[in-house]
């Protein structure tokens, strides 16, 4: 069964840096992997898709990265800002269902 | 930018009682599913449903739930007999024939007193 871990758990940042989020899964037979941002008690909102065949997608101030055949992810988060204070969560698609990992929360500190 | 809809945003409903969670999908989409996250815990797969049938279940979806899609429009998820452990945030996602990513809905909350 597929297992996805993201580190660190929890990251706290003083507004404008750069930083990185981590993720790994077990099985490298995936299809694609998505990053999703969640706000407190809200939905998810993707924010990068990832195929397996490609290896970095990037949107504004976000760059993920895949390593399939290592078995992780990263987001890269540039300059970051208050308003990127959420949690953030990878999933990767084996096929029919995406597995998630239990996010990142991060705080971006004015 | 097309939406996945969600109805109720909360529902609050005693135990034992039935449930049914709406999701309005994306108008041309065809790939739907049903995911869930107890508070504090990772987002799990239920169900997913292609060409009026359920394609892939989880074990969490047992006969306690079903799927439907009633019309052109909505894709429902029942509970029968709600349970305290049911309490969690529901998600309703769609993805278009040839397309990759999955575009989730705000989701429902759904608290079993």
């Known amino acids: 069964k597929q297992e996805v871990t993201q580190i660190p758990a929890a990251l706290s940042v003083p507004e404008g840096e750069n930083l990185v989020l981590n993720c790994s899964f077990t099985d490298s037979a995936i299809y694609n992997l998505q990053w999703f941002r969640q706000d407190p008690g809200k939905g998810l909102t993707s924010l990068l898709l990832?195929?397996?065949?490609?290896r970095e997608q990037t949107s504004g101030r976000l760059n993920a990265s895949l390593d399939k055949s290592s078995g992780r992810s990263t987001l890269y988060i540039a300059a970051s800002q208050p308003g990127d204070s959420a949690t953030y969560l990878c999933?990767?698609?084996?096929?029919?269902?995406?597995?998630f990992g239990t996010g990142t929360s991060l705080t971006v500190i004015p | 930018e097309p939406e996945v809809t969600q109805t109720p945003s909360h529902q609050v409903t005693q135990m034992g009682q039935e449930v049914i969670l709406r999701c309005v999908p994306i108008s041309n989409h065809l790939y739907f599913y049903w995911y869930r996250q107890i508070l504090g815990q990772k987002v799990e797969f239920l169900v997913s449903f292609y060409n009026n049938e359920i394609s892939e279940k989880s074990e969490i979806f047992d006969d306690q739930f079903s799927v439907e899609r009633p019309d052109g429009s909505n894709f429902t998820l029942k509970i029968r007999s709600t349970k305290l452990e049911d309490s969690a945030m529901y998600f309703c996602a769609s993805r278009g024939v040839g397309t990759y990513g999955y575009t989730f809905g705000s989701g429902t909350r759904l608290t079993v007193v």
């Open positions: 990832i195929q397996s065949s490609q």
């Open positions: 999933a990767v698609n084996t096929g029919n269902q995406f597995y």
